[in-house]
């Protein structure tokens, strides 16, 4: 992802790293949205799509279960963007094929969280 001499444990997360650059895919994407979405739309999307790297982050140096109710946020931010992402393409802001894009990521990184959140519990 970044290289740095500095390196925090969780930014080797391959959900880690697959939440920063859905969160980027997303914050580029909402540049094309209509001004009047500026304060809708785009930030409630863009705010969701980061809060899923922000929550893995924040939650990864706790404990197991601390960490798992930070990945059940995560969690939730991703079930929040399928909404933005609906919305978006039912406004026609964004082509099918970005839809279908961003829901495969979406499918992607709910997947792998729940399977985190599940190892967690398991450990």
């Known amino acids: ?13 391959l959900i880690y790293q697959k939440a920063m650059v859905f969160g980027e895919t997303i914050d580029k994407m909402v540049e094309s949205f209509p001004k009047k979405e500026m304060y809708r739309l785009s930030t409630q999307f863009c705010r969701a799509a980061d809060s899923i790297a922000a929550n893995i982050s924040e939650g990864s140096g706790s404990t197991d279960p601390n960490f798992n109710r930070y ?10 963007c399928v909404t933005w992402n609906s919305k978006a393409y ?3 802001y964004i082509t099918h ?13 709910g997947k792998m969280i729940s ?9």
Not at 1 to 13: A, G, I
Not at 71 to 80: I, Q, T
């Open 71 to 80: 990945l059940k946020m995560a969690w939730d931010s991703s079930h929040e």
């Open 97 to 109: 094929e970005e839809f279908e894009k961003n829901r495969k990521e979406l499918t992607e990184l």
């Open 115 to 123: 399977a985190l959140r599940r190892k967690l519990v398991t450990k």
């Open 1 to 13: 992802m970044f290289k740095s001499e500095y390196q925090f444990s969780f930014e080797n997360l």
């Open 90 to 92: 039912f406004r026609k």
